[in-house]
């Protein structure tokens, strides 16, 4: 299994970043696929998770109306649209899939500031 995330960067607060994760390895249409994010001396959290046919979406409180999860089968790529970025936001965003054992990719630092 291999996960590979991609576009985070700096941006303002109230900006919009879209990331993106690579995967490989498994059959990506059989499984949900997550986004987590973890700040400085914080806990790992769940962000937004889609459903295998990316018919069902579920998100932080945090983050509802703001952050948009979205997935290509085709592609085997899982997105998330983040607009409205908050300086609380700022985190290493982590795509994820369990599989008997959760697998995770290196991780996108995401940093909100002026």
């Known amino acids: 299994v291999q996960l590979v995330e991609s576009g985070g960067g700096l941006v303002q607060p109230g900006g919009s970043l879209r990331l993106s994760c690579a995967a490989s390895?498994?059959?990506?249409?059989?499984?949900?696929m997550n986004w987590y994010r973890q700040a400085p001396g914080k806990e790992r959290e769940l962000v937004a998770r889609i459903g295998s046919y990316g018919d069902s979406t579920n998100y932080a409180d945090s983050v509802k109306g703001r952050f948009t999860i979205s997935r290509d089968n085709a592609k085997n790529m899982v997105y998330l649209q983040m607009n409205s970025l908050k300086p609380e936001d700022t985190a290493v965003y982590y795509c994820?899939?369990?599989?008997?054992?959760?697998?995770w990719g290196q991780g996108t630092q995401v940093t909100v500031s002026s």
């Open positions: 390895g498994f059959t990506f249409r059989s499984y949900v």
């Open positions: 994820d899939v369990f599989r008997g054992v959760r697998y």
